[in-house]
């Protein structure tokens, strides 16, 4: 775990973008205005505890374009947040957005904090200091966040009405991710995973997989991996590992995935904990395991890092579906492309958060709002029209799906940035 610290994340996306912009042959001006972030927000923020003291957590925002319009992205809670991770997150939001057709920019922020130590009104506290201290960044015109890492409807809900006081107005359009009460959208909970499943579903079908058939792992049981078990479980496939903070639990047979959001709801902080005591499972001695399992599909669904260098090559399913955002390093990425692993790349794969906050978005600004049914057929359509976008894209350059992704999405970002020219 140790070397999996010392990759920074921002080197990583950067790494991402040379190898495409050097396909595209970008000119010093054109990659001057669109590779790195043109706002980074760093703040102090002073919060009350419960014991009456005052404690001073660290946060950031960090807006990488707004070409294409405003900044979007996640708000992340988490002990080891830093400005890099934060900057390459916000850098792959811009070029995610524009590999779908969204008309946002890239946005991210965070938080340095643990909020399993926090009390309920410690964490309201903290989410409306961040919001306040930020309030100058957003609006639904200029930058809107979402959920993140340990974050959910209820904090962006205290952000939302911390705004709205602010402003004196009603505006949900300032964030998305919101409960359903306060504008949010139908579908939202699970449209990170459902994208990505419409993803699988088009990969398994290009690479003549039975999806019915398959056998998937699931690194990470948090709100991404959880759906994604339970989606493709629907589909027929078999679900043989899963694992978040607790652990890693395997069954060759399948796995009872109820059991696990039951044990997963009996526990506080929804983790898995003794869920191998409910069900017919192995715990696996050491959970980084997981991702080398022979599995048909690999869906690394938790932090950045996790498939390096150092243990690429033990990889041996045939798809990895990037629910999570940078799990593998470029130096990986060259290791399973020459194992010819087909990787769908997490700027397509895990675009379908962000494709329906900007349907939450679009309805908050019309004040009519529409049945799931419909939400998933936009998501559906847009993520599968993406996919052969990019498999086209990878097909015409003879390269593989992540150069491909970003070939398409700079070019996007490239063309609007050219567009717009440079006020002076």
């Known amino acids: 775990m140790s070397f999996l610290k010392q990759i920074n994340p921002f080197e990583s996306a950067l790494k991402q973008f040379d190898k495409a912009a050097s396909i595209l042959k970008l000119s010093k001006s054109q990659i001057a205005m669109i590779k790195v972030p043109r706002r980074i927000t760093e703040v102090n923020l002073p919060v009350r505890m419960d014991d009456g003291s005052i404690q001073i957590f660290q946060g950031f925002r960090v807006q990488h374009s707004i070409v294409r319009g405003p900044a979007k992205g996640g708000i992340r809670f988490h002990p080891d947040v830093t400005v890099d991770e934060v900057k390459a997150l916000a850098f792959w939001m811009t070029y995610k957005c524009a590999v779908v057709g969204v008309p946002f920019g890239g946005g991210k922020g965070g938080v340095v904090c643990n909020p399993a130590e926090l009390s309920r009104a410690e964490l309201e506290n903290l989410s409306r200091r961040y919001f306040a201290e930020m309030s100058d960044l957003f609006s639904p015109d200029s930058d809107i966040p979402a959920p993140d890492v340990n974050t959910n409807p209820q904090i962006m809900s205290w952000m939302f009405d911390t705004y709205s006081m602010h402003k004196k107005q009603y505006l949900p359009g300032v964030i998305t991710g919101k409960p359903l009460e306060l504008g949010g959208s139908a579908g939202r909970s699970e449209a990170t995973a459902q994208g990505m499943v419409f993803c699988v579903e088009e990969a398994t079908e290009h690479l003549g997989i039975d999806l019915k058939n398959a056998s998937i792992a699931i690194q990470g049981f948090g709100n991404a991996g959880s759906f994604a078990a339970s989606l493709l479980r629907a589909d027929g496939a078999k679900i043989v590992a899963i694992s978040d903070v607790s652990g890693a639990y395997y069954n ?55 498939i390096t260098e150092e243990n690429a090559d033990q990889v041996k399913a045939k798809i990895v579906a990037e629910c999570a955002n940078g799990p593998v390093t470029p130096e990986a990425d060259d290791i ?89």
């Open 336 to 424: 399973l492309d020459k194992n010819n692993i087909f990787i769908i790349p997490d700027i397509l794969c895990n675009a379908g958060g962000v494709t329906v906050s900007y349907l939450e978005w679009v309805q908050n600004r019309m004040g009519y709002y529409w049945e799931k049914e419909r939400i998933n057929q936009d998501l559906e359509h847009i993520m599968k029209k993406s996919f052969d976008q990019v498999l086209e894209t990878a097909q015409i350059n003879n390269v593989n799906m992540r150069i491909a992704a970003f070939i398409f999405s700079i070019e996007r970002v490239t063309k609007a940035a050219e567009l717009r020219g440079l006020y002076a």
């Open 252 to 306: 060759p047979k399948g796995l009872d995935i109820e059991a696990a959001f039951e044990t997963c709801r009996s526990n506080k902080n929804w983790v898995l904990k003794g869920y191998e005591n409910k069900t017919s499972c192995e715990k696996l001695d050491d959970p980084m395991k997981l991702l080398e399992l022979d599995v048909d599909i690999l869906i690394p669904a938790a932090l950045e890092n996790q």
